[in-house]
Each structure stands twice: as structure tokens, then as C-alpha cells.
């Protein structure tokens, strides 16, 4: 007598992203093993990432190198300028970029960070002589230069900048790890006259020692990274009153570029995965919950390896937060819109992407720069080429680790991908080696009427929802499904997989 | 002698004018003596018989001549008396000068000395050269106290000229000693509150490189040192006045000595000057006493000398009025006669007096 199949249905596949921390077999099939060049879209699915599409035209000043750093510029008069580093130079320009290092000033790194303060654009990196723009001026030039310049000298030459409570902040400098310097109110080339000054909290680290990374601001709060700990000083607008607000101990910032704001809090790296400051004006202490909870090993590992930059852009219009291994040239990209139940965003991971560097213009463009220069993150390729889509189950036991399940059948329920080939792959028992079926989805750009009527398309009434039923073959104790897809044009969701197995015999 | 024409003249000159007045010649009764003796006495006599003869009519002019200039002498006498003094009557009448040096000497200074109760003395003696010195001695009880307090007062002002540097510094540094037990305290609350609140570190340019607390607590103390520094100078500069004032009464002590030793002389000086005033008044009552007996005798010798001079005057007013008779007949001419006999006779005595004596014979 034949048996009958069992049907588990994997509704809205990976809605929990990646997570590799726990047992494939205890996990939540919401969850995937892998979820590459993915994002979880608006209605929670797993997606296909977007691609970016280059601006630049004209990158010779580039020459070889990726942009490591770009940055809007905007005044308020309303001009604009998007400037980037790169090739050892101060770069402006998106179509065209154009060299604006300063005459007889040399660059042998790129690790510049820039920010806007009072209608300027000030670019740090330790051992550098701080540059500065404003429009007036149109040219970028030295801090010292500016009229009215005081107290800039190679110890405040840091590698973290500030603009926070009508001032500048500076710190992590060459030979002085514990010390921030402050700017005169609203004057970021005055640095020793006025209300300018400087703390020293080397007596403050709540381990002893530490090393400042990175600053922020927040909630009235100062915030000071170090690479163990955390130190925030409240009433930051008069600096030399300012207090000790709570310390943080175990926990500090790898990168200061990995520091960003999403409005209700603050995103950094630490030595053990992504971490925030919870909001908690009321509570005495300050909880930092971990978002990384789920790749927690994954983004050790990728610390460990990095030898080169990271970098991150908050997207409030695309809802994530991406963290890029420029070293490893691999970003993780995390959904802010919410977290799962252990406190953990869910993530993704997009790999080999190029992205270098990244910067949400005022009006929510989210500008890449790579080795071509400008891009934005639009589209469904990268600059015109495909990049693959992944997505793995975790290992499947059906509710009954002892029995053997025989694979029947692959049900995919996909969104849009366009002409698009998709690959089904499958695999018993934590076998790396998969079984592969594929199909090509239809043409799925939506016809309207009067265009393309009843020729070339087909007639739809919007995104397309592509439908398979795959047979599949094999037996084991437990299945991995997965879904593989060159992006190249088209967006992709992954709505569901129903998997129809035959439950054996116990082994 | 006449007792008539007594008028102090001595006997010889009374014998000349005896023998004007009443015509017995003495001269010539000698002459005569002698010419009866013959030899060489008598040609002597001879010759001086001779002169007295040819000279008897002007002896008349010789006596009142011989009276004036008594009168004259007997005044110059009187004056030379009055000032050098003489002998009445076995007395000694001093003269002015020697009334006036007695006078002298006897309102000379007269030293004395003082000597109290506490064994210090005064003294007054007279220099060689005149002038009146004084020596005070205190007793040597009073002496050492007078040394220590003059060691004490010389103590004092070379203490208050000396520059007050350097006792500033001393009671800055003793005041600031007493504030910075307190200062450091509060500086280690201050660090202690800094390093809580996370700001030891905290330097801030519009607050001289350190926190607002920090400047105020800088700027305090440094208003207590500055306060420090001002009572400093002024607590030096009192105790200079004190030592100044401190110095002057130990030196005014010093001398209390030898105020009450001349405190003590003045009823001594006063004796003095009482005795010195009895002197003086017995010198000017004796000096006037003497003086008026001296003043009495001048005029009684001047009035004598004058009488003198008026009879010589008188005699020879007598000589030089020729004598008349009634009938007018003039019996003398007055004056001398023949002046040519008188000088021939003079002339002849003298020559024959002359050749007695230096003559071969």
C-alpha cells in the first residue's frame, strides 16, 4: 500500500535570514543556511538583493583603486557636492570625478572619514593634516589654512571625527589613544581658543585601558567606543561639564566605520557581532543587545580575516543596515525593521559584490563606490552583470529525526525573476554535494494594455508568482532544499517551497 | 707848716710856697749855706746862689706852677687809684679792676654734684678753657639696664629698617601652611568628584586648560594666596611698625635712667641757682659798696686837686697883676721883670755850677 506523502511547507523561506549558530536540525525552517545576495522584502520574503548601477563615466583620477569613502556635501544655501576618496586623493564629483586634493599636500592612505559641520565638509584620518570645504572657498584646503585657524597641530591629527552638539570631535590619534579633542562652538578650525578643549579618559575605561575607535552621538549622549568598552558622557553640549554617564565594559567598536545611526539607535561593530545601544532614557543601565546573534561565529571569523576596511550605510528606504569586509569583499546585510525573537536582526549575506563604500544621499539614493566609481544601489545587476542568488533550507527531519524522508517532490512559489533560470537543489544528511533540477521562469514583465498586447508578453495584472512542481529523487534523514538564481534585470522573491517527502522506515 | 695852706702838699713843696708867700727864700738860704762853706761846695752853692738870685722874682710862677701841676698829678693819681686801687689809713682800697675782677671771681660758676638715691651722680665742674661740663653716672645696676634696653632698642629698629621680604615670605609661608591642609583637601574632593564623573581628564580653553570647578577652585585659592600674599605684606609692615614702636619705647626706657638722674638734680640745681644768685647778689652789693667808696674818694681827691690847682692858679694870677698905688704909682709891673737879668743870672749861676763841677779846679 502506498504511503502517503508528507507535505511541509516552507512558507515565506528564510523570513529569519542566515543562522548558522544553531543545529540545522533544531532550527526553524524560517531560517536558511544561506541566504546570499538576498534581502528580506517588503512582505518579508526572502529576496533577491538589488544591483547597483554606475554614475561615473569619467574615472580617471581613480585609476585602478575603489573609492574607500564617499560623502554628500550640503549646505545651507542648498549646494551640493558628493565628495569621495580614493587613489590618494580627495575626489569630487559623481559623472566626472574630479581630483580636489589640495597643491603640495600628499596622501599615501585612504582610510578618510568625512562629515559636514556648519555649511563645511571636513575630511580626518589620522596623521593627516584635517582638509576642509565650504563653498565659498570652493577648493579643498588644508584646516591650517583657514582663516582663523588655531590650535591645529599634529595631535589632534585623528582618525575620528565628529559633528555633534555644535561642535567637532576628534580622536585616535597616532601616539594618543585616550584623549578627544573638542572644537570651539559652531568654529571647526578653532581648536584652542574659545570653548574648545579636550578630556582625557584614560583613567575613565571601565577595564583599565582601552583605545578610542569611534565617537557618536546619541540621545543627548556622548558616546566613546573604545575597542573593549563604551563610555558615554551626558551633557555633551557644554563639554567641559559634561559627566560620566555609564560605562560599558566587554563590549567596544572594531571600526568606527562601522558606526551608524538608525534614527532610534546606534549600530556598531564589536569584537563579537553587530551590537545597539537600547534606547533607555529611563533605565540606569545601558543594554546593548546583540543583532548579530545568529552569525555570531560568521562575523568573527570575517573580523579575524579583515586586513583591509569596513564599511557601512544605514537605509532607512531599503530597511537594512550593510556591513562590508572590503578585505573579504563580503557584506552582510542586516533588516532593521525588526528583530527576532532572541533579539537578533535578520540577516543576509551578499557576496563578491565590489562594494567598497557606501553613502545615503539627503534624499534616501543609496550611492556604492567601487572600483568603477559611483554607483547607486538600483536595479537588479551589478552595473549590467548578473550576480547569483542563493537560498538554503537548513536540514529538514520533518519532525522525526529517526526516519529515513524520500523526496518526492519541490513545489517553489517564486516572485517576479523574470526569463530568469532557477535552480533547485536538494541534499540528504548534511551532504554538501547537491542534487540539482531547474527551470526558466516566463517572461514576467507586466504587459499593459495597448503595449505588447497578446504578442511578446504575457498578459498579467502585475508581478508575476511563478509556480513549479520538481521532481526530486534521494532519501535520508534529513533534507536541505535550496534555490539558485542568476539576478540580471529582474527582481526575485521566494514565496514558498513546499516540499512533498515520503516518510520511511527508522533506521 | 701852715695849717692854713694845709692842703696835702709835702713839706718841701710847702717850703717853696711858704717862701713865695712870705718871702723867705729856701733855696736861697741854702745857697747862701752853702756859700759860706767855701771850696768846691761853696762854688757850687755859689753858682746855684746865683741862679736863685737871678731867678727869686719868678718863684711866685714856680710855686703856682708847681701847684697845678700837683692838682694834675694828684688826678692823674685819683685815676690811676680808682682803677688800681690804694691804702687809706692802713687799708687796702681796691680798684675797679680788682672790684671787678673780685666781682668776677666771685660769681664764678661753683661747680656740685648730685648723687641719688639709686647711686647715680650728677657733677659740674668748670674746663680750663672756662666753659661749664657736666658728668652724669648712673649707677651700674642702672647702666646694665640701660645697655640691655639700648641692646634691646637697637634690636628693634634694626629689625624695622631691615626689608620686609623676607618676613613676608615667612608669614606667607606660615599662612599658606595653615591653608593648604584644607586646600588639598577640597582638591582631592574636586578630584575625587572629577574622576566620578568621568572629567579628570577634562581641559577646556574658556576655563584655563581645566574644568569650570577646577578654574574656581584655582581661582580661589589663588584669591586666598593673593589674600595670603596682601596680609603677609601688611602683617610685615605692622610688625615693622611695632618693632619701630617697640624700639622707641626701649629706647625711651633706656633713657629713664638718666632722666630721673636729672629729674633728681633739679632741686639741687635749684639750690644752685639759689647759691649762685646769693653770690651774685653779694658780688654786685660788694662791687657796688666798694665802688661807691671809691667814687667818694675820687671826689673828695678831685675836689682836694682842684682846690690845689686853684691856688697855684691863684698865685699866679697874683704874680702877673702889677702892683698900683693909689696915686697910681706902680710899684711892681707884675710878670717877671727883666726876663734878660733873670736869664743872664740863670745863665751865669749855671755856668759857674757847671765849671765847679766840670771845671780844672
Same mark, same amino acid.
Given at each position: 500500500?502506498?504511503?502517503?506523502?508528507?507535505?511541509? &511547507?516552507?512558507?515565506?523561506?528564510?523570513?529569519?535570514?542566515?543562522?548558522?549558530?544553531? #543545529?540545522?536540525?533544531?532550527?526553524?525552517?524560517?531560517? %536558511?543556511?544561506?541566504?546570499?545576495?538576498?534581502? $528580506?522584502?517588503?512582505?518579508?520574503?526572502? %529576496?533577491?538583493?538589488?544591483?547597483?548601477?554606475?554614475?561615473?563615466?569619467?574615472?580617471?583620477?581613480?585609476?585602478?583603486?575603489?573609492?574607500? %569613502?564617499?560623502?554628500?556635501?550640503?549646505?545651507?544655501?542648498? &549646494?551640493?557636492?558628493?565628495?569621495?576618496?580614493?587613489?590618494?586623493?580627495? @575626489?569630487?564629483?559623481?559623472?566626472?570625478?574630479?581630483?580636489?586634493? +589640495?597643491?603640495?599636500?600628499? $596622501?599615501?592612505?585612504?582610510?578618510?572619514?568625512?562629515?559636514?559641520? &556648519?555649511?563645511? $565638509?571636513?575630511?580626518?584620518?589620522?596623521?593627516?593634516?584635517?582638509?576642509?570645504?565650504?563653498?565659498?572657498?570652493?577648493?579643498?584646503?588644508?584646516?591650517?589654512?583657514?582663516?582663523?585657524?588655531?590650535?591645529?597641530?599634529?595631535?589632534?591629527?585623528?582618525?575620528?571625527?565628529?559633528?555633534?552638539?555644535?561642535?567637532?570631535?576628534?580622536?585616535?590619534?597616532?601616539?594618543?589613544?585616550?584623549?578627544?579633542?573638542?572644537?570651539?562652538?559652531?568654529?571647526?578650525?578653532?581648536?584652542?581658543?574659545?570653548?574648545?578643549?579636550?578630556?582625557? @579618559?584614560?583613567?575613565?575605561?571601565?577595564?583599565?585601558?582601552?583605545?578610542?575607535?569611534?565617537?557618536? %552621538?546619541?540621545?543627548? =549622549?556622548?558616546?566613546?567606543?573604545?575597542?573593549? #568598552?563604551?563610555?558615554?558622557?551626558?551633557?555633551?553640549?557644554?563639554?567641559?561639564?559634561?559627566?560620566?554617564?555609564?560605562?560599558?565594559?566587554?563590549? !567596544?567598536?572594531?571600526?568606527?566605520?562601522?558606526?551608524?545611526?538608525?534614527?532610534?539607535?546606534? =549600530?556598531?561593530?564589536?569584537?563579537?557581532?553587530?551590537?545597539?545601544?537600547?534606547?533607555?532614557?529611563?533605565?540606569? #543601565?545601558?543594554?546593548?543587545? #546583540?543583532?548579530?546573534?545568529?552569525?555570531?561565529?560568521?562575523? @568573527?571569523?570575517?573580523?579575524?580575516?579583515?586586513?583591509?576596511?569596513?564599511?557601512?550605510?544605514?537605509? +532607512?528606504?531599503?530597511?537594512?543596515?550593510?556591513?562590508?569586509?572590503?578585505?573579504?569583499?563580503?557584506?552582510?546585510?542586516?533588516?532593521?525593521?525588526?528583530?527576532?525573537?532572541?533579539?537578533?536582526?535578520?540577516?543576509?549575506?551578499?557576496?563578491?559584490?565590489?562594494?567598497?563604500?557606501?553613502?545615503?544621499?539627503?534624499?534616501?539614493?543609496?550611492?556604492? !563606490?567601487?572600483?568603477?566609481?559611483?554607483?547607486?544601489?538600483?536595479?537588479?545587476?551589478? &552595473?549590467?552583470?548578473?550576480?547569483?542568488?542563493?537560498?538554503?533550507?537548513?536540514?529538514?527531519?520533518?519532525?522525526?529525526?529517526?526516519? @529515513?524522508?524520500?523526496?518526492?517532490?519541490?513545489?517553489?512559489?517564486?516572485?517576479?525573476?523574470?526569463?530568469?533560470?532557477?535552480?533547485?537543489?536538494?541534499?540528504?544528511?548534511?551532504?554538501?554535494?547537491?542534487?540539482?533540477?531547474?527551470?526558466?521562469?516566463?517572461?514576467?514583465?507586466?504587459?499593459?494594455?495597448?503595449?505588447?498586447?497578446?504578442?511578446?508578453?504575457?498578459?498579467?495584472?502585475?508581478?508575476?508568482?511563478?509556480?513549479?512542481?520538481?521532481?526530486?529523487?534521494?532519501?535520508?534523514?534529513?533534507?536541505?532544499?535550496?534555490?539558485?538564481?542568476?539576478?540580471?534585470?529582474?527582481?526575485?522573491?521566494?514565496?514558498?517551497?513546499?516540499?512533498?517527502?515520503?516518510?520511511?522506515?527508522?533506521? | 707848716?701852715?695849717?692854713?695852706?694845709?692842703?696835702?702838699?709835702?713839706?718841701?713843696?710847702?717850703?717853696?710856697? /711858704?717862701?713865695?708867700?712870705?718871702?723867705?727864700?729856701?733855696?736861697?738860704?741854702?745857697?747862701?749855706?752853702?756859700?759860706?762853706?767855701?771850696?768846691?761846695?761853696?762854688?757850687?752853692?755859689?753858682?746855684?746862689?746865683?741862679?736863685?738870685?737871678?731867678?727869686?722874682?719868678?718863684?711866685?710862677?714856680?710855686?703856682?706852677?708847681?701847684?697845678?701841676?700837683?692838682?694834675?698829678?694828684?688826678?692823674?693819681?685819683?685815676?690811676?687809684?680808682?682803677?688800681?686801687?690804694?691804702?687809706?689809713?692802713?687799708?687796702?682800697?681796691?680798684?675797679?679792676?680788682?672790684?671787678?675782677?673780685?666781682? *668776677?671771681?666771685? /660769681? *664764678?660758676?661753683?661747680?656740685?654734684?648730685v648723687?641719688t638715691?639709686?647711686?647715680g651722680?650728677f657733677?659740674?665742674?668748670?674746663?680750663?678753657?672756662?666753659?661749664?661740663?657736666t658728668?652724669m653716672?648712673t649707677?651700674?645696676?642702672?647702666?646694665?639696664?640701660?645697655?640691655?634696653?639700648?641692646?634691646?632698642?637697637? *634690636?628693634?629698629?634694626?629689625?624695622?629698617?631691615?626689608?620686609?621680604?623676607?618676613?613676608?615670605?615667612?608669614?606667607?609661608?606660615?599662612?599658606?601652611?595653615?591653608?593648604?591642609?584644607?586646600?588639598?583637601?577640597?582638591?582631592?574632593?574636586?578630584?575625587?568628584?572629577?574622576?566620578?564623573?568621568?572629567?579628570?581628564?577634562?581641559?577646556?580653553?574658556?576655563?584655563?586648560?581645566?574644568?569650570?570647578?577646577?578654574?574656581?577652585?584655582?581661582?580661589?585659592?589663588?584669591?586666598?594666596?593673593?589674600?595670603?600674599?596682601?596680609?603677609?605684606?601688611?602683617?610685615?609692615?605692622?610688625?615693622?611698625?611695632?618693632?619701630?614702636?617697640?624700639?622707641?619705647?626701649?629706647?625711651?626706657?633706656?633713657y629713664l635712667p638718666q632722666a630721673q638722674l636729672l629729674a633728681a638734680t633739679q632741686?639741687?640745681q635749684?639750690?644752685?641757682?639759689?647759691?649762685?644768685?646769693?653770690?651774685?647778689?653779694?658780688?654786685?652789693?660788694?662791687?657796688?659798696?666798694?665802688?661807691?667808696?671809691?667814687?667818694?674818694?675820687?671826689?673828695?681827691?678831685?675836689?682836694?686837686?682842684?682846690?690845689?690847682?686853684?691856688?697855684?692858679?691863684?698865685?699866679?694870677?697874683?704874680?702877673?697883676?702889677?702892683?698900683?698905688?693909689?696915686?697910681?704909682?706902680?710899684?711892681?709891673?707884675?710878670?717877671?721883670?727883666?726876663?734878660?737879668?733873670?736869664?743872664?743870672?740863670?745863665? /751865669?749861676?749855671?755856668?759857674?755850677?757847671?765849671?765847679?763841677?766840670?771845671?780844672?779846679?
Amino acid at each position: 500500500m502506498a504511503q502517503e506523502l508528507k507535505s511541509i &511547507n516552507l512558507v515565506a523561506p528564510a523570513f529569519k535570514g542566515v543562522n548558522t549558530e544553531d #543545529s540545522p536540525l533544531a532550527q526553524d525552517p524560517s531560517f %536558511a543556511e544561506i541566504a546570499d545576495n538576498a534581502v $528580506i522584502d517588503k512582505r518579508g520574503r526572502i %529576496a533577491a538583493r538589488k544591483g547597483h548601477t554606475v554614475v561615473t563615466t569619467n574615472k580617471t583620477v581613480l585609476g585602478t583603486d575603489s573609492l574607500r %569613502a564617499i560623502k554628500e556635501f550640503k549646505d545651507n544655501a542648498g &549646494n551640493t557636492k558628493i565628495f569621495s576618496v580614493g587613489n590618494n586623493k580627495i @575626489i569630487s564629483g559623481t559623472t566626472t570625478l574630479v581630483d580636489e586634493t +589640495p597643491g603640495s599636500y600628499t $596622501i599615501t592612505a585612504d582610510n578618510w572619514k568625512l562629515v559636514t559641520f &556648519n555649511d563645511k $565638509i571636513y575630511f580626518f584620518q589620522r596623521g593627516y593634516q584635517p582638509l576642509v570645504y565650504d563653498n565659498a572657498g570652493g577648493s579643498v584646503i588644508t584646516l591650517s589654512s583657514v582663516s582663523g585657524a588655531a590650535g591645529v597641530t599634529s595631535a589632534m591629527y585623528g582618525n575620528e571625527v565628529l559633528a555633534a552638539y555644535g561642535r567637532l570631535w576628534t580622536a585616535d590619534f597616532s601616539s594618543n589613544k585616550s584623549t578627544i579633542y573638542w572644537s570651539d562652538l559652531l568654529i571647526g578650525h578653532d581648536w584652542s581658543g574659545g570653548t574648545s578643549g579636550s578630556i582625557d @579618559i584614560s583613567k575613565v575605561w571601565p577595564d583599565g585601558y582601552d583605545e578610542i575607535v569611534a565617537l557618536a %552621538a546619541h540621545n543627548g =549622549l556622548l558616546i566613546i567606543f573604545g575597542k573593549h #568598552s563604551i563610555v558615554a558622557y551626558q551633557g555633551a553640549e557644554a563639554p567641559a561639564t559634561m559627566t560620566l554617564s555609564d560605562t560599558v565594559s566587554g563590549v !567596544g567598536c572594531v571600526d568606527r566605520d562601522t558606526v551608524q545611526y538608525t534614527g532610534t539607535d546606534v =549600530l556598531f561593530l564589536s569584537h563579537t557581532g553587530l551590537k545597539s545601544f537600547g534606547r533607555t532614557i529611563q533605565e540606569k #543601565s545601558m543594554p546593548i543587545s #546583540s543583532l548579530s546573534g545568529n552569525i555570531t561565529k560568521d562575523i @568573527i571569523a570575517a573580523l579575524q580575516n579583515e586586513t583591509q576596511f569596513f564599511r557601512s550605510v544605514y537605509s +532607512p528606504e531599503e530597511g537594512f543596515y550593510l556591513l562590508t569586509f572590503t578585505g573579504q569583499d563580503v557584506t552582510y546585510c542586516f533588516d532593521v525593521r525588526g528583530t527576532l525573537e532572541n533579539g537578533s536582526y535578520r540577516v543576509t549575506r551578499w557576496p563578491s559584490t565590489k562594494f567598497t563604500s557606501y553613502t545615503r544621499l539627503e534624499d534616501g539614493t543609496l550611492h556604492v !563606490g567601487t572600483i568603477n566609481g559611483i554607483s547607486t544601489y538600483t536595479g537588479y545587476s551589478d &552595473n549590467g552583470s548578473g550576480y547569483r542568488f542563493k537560498y538554503y533550507s537548513p536540514s529538514l527531519t520533518f519532525g522525526d529525526s529517526a526516519r @529515513i524522508k524520500i523526496l518526492k517532490k519541490l513545489k517553489p512559489t517564486l516572485v517576479g525573476a523574470n526569463n530568469s533560470v532557477v535552480f533547485m537543489k536538494w541534499a540528504y544528511d548534511f551532504d554538501t554535494t547537491y542534487a540539482t533540477t531547474e527551470f526558466t521562469v516566463g517572461t514576467q514583465i507586466t504587459g499593459f494594455y495597448g503595449e505588447s498586447e497578446y504578442t511578446t508578453v504575457e498578459f498579467t495584472g502585475g508581478q508575476l508568482t511563478n509556480q513549479r512542481s520538481l521532481n526530486t529523487t534521494g532519501y535520508g534523514t534529513s533534507v536541505q532544499v535550496g534555490l539558485e538564481s542568476e539576478i540580471d534585470g529582474s527582481p526575485l522573491s521566494l514565496q514558498e517551497i513546499n516540499v512533498m517527502a515520503l516518510i520511511g522506515k527508522l533506521l | 707848716m701852715n695849717e692854713d695852706l694845709d692842703i696835702g702838699l709835702p713839706p718841701e713843696m710847702m717850703g717853696i710856697l /711858704s717862701a713865695g708867700i712870705g718871702g723867705s727864700n729856701p733855696i736861697m738860704a741854702a745857697t747862701n749855706a752853702l756859700n759860706t762853706g767855701g771850696g768846691f761846695f761853696s762854688d757850687i752853692f755859689g753858682s746855684l746862689g746865683d741862679i736863685a738870685s737871678a731867678v727869686s722874682p719868678a718863684i711866685p710862677a714856680i710855686a703856682g706852677s708847681l701847684l697845678t701841676s700837683e692838682a694834675y698829678d694828684r688826678l692823674s693819681d685819683i685815676g690811676e687809684q680808682s682803677i688800681l686801687g690804694t691804702t687809706v689809713g692802713g687799708v687796702r682800697v681796691p680798684g675797679a679792676m680788682e672790684i671787678a675782677e673780685r666781682g *668776677q671771681a666771685e /660769681s *664764678q660758676f661753683r661747680p656740685f654734684t648730685v648723687t641719688t638715691g639709686t647711686g647715680g651722680q650728677f657733677g659740674t665742674r668748670v674746663t680750663p678753657t672756662g666753659e661749664i661740663a657736666t658728668t652724669m653716672m648712673t649707677s651700674p645696676q642702672e647702666q646694665a639696664l640701660q645697655q640691655q634696653l639700648f641692646g634691646g632698642a637697637g *634690636q628693634f629698629f634694626g629689625q624695622a629698617q631691615a626689608p620686609t621680604t623676607t618676613r613676608e615670605q615667612q608669614i606667607f609661608e606660615r599662612m599658606r601652611a595653615a591653608q593648604r591642609p584644607e586646600e588639598e583637601r577640597q582638591r582631592l574632593a574636586l578630584e575625587e568628584r572629577l574622576a566620578a564623573q568621568g572629567r579628570l581628564g577634562t581641559s577646556s580653553a574658556a576655563y584655563g586648560g581645566a574644568t569650570p570647578e577646577q578654574l574656581a577652585m584655582a581661582t580661589a585659592q589663588e584669591e586666598a594666596r593673593t589674600r595670603s600674599m596682601l596680609g603677609a605684606m601688611q602683617q610685615a609692615q605692622a610688625e615693622q611698625a611695632q618693632q619701630a614702636a617697640l624700639g622707641q619705647q626701649l629706647l625711651g626706657a633706656s633713657y629713664l635712667p638718666q632722666a630721673q638722674l636729672l629729674a633728681a638734680t633739679q632741686p639741687a640745681q635749684r639750690m644752685a641757682e639759689l647759691q649762685q644768685q646769693a653770690q651774685l647778689f653779694g658780688t654786685g652789693l660788694f662791687g657796688e659798696t666798694a665802688m661807691s667808696g671809691l667814687e667818694s674818694r675820687m671826689l673828695l681827691e678831685q675836689a682836694r686837686a682842684n682846690l690845689l690847682g686853684g691856688i697855684g692858679s691863684n698865685i699866679l694870677a697874683g704874680m702877673f697883676t702889677p702892683q698900683v698905688t693909689q696915686s697910681g704909682t706902680v710899684l711892681d709891673p707884675g710878670g717877671f721883670g727883666n726876663i734878660g737879668e733873670i736869664i743872664e743870672g740863670v745863665g /751865669s749861676g749855671l755856668g759857674g755850677l757847671f765849671g765847679s763841677i766840670f771845671g780844672d779846679d
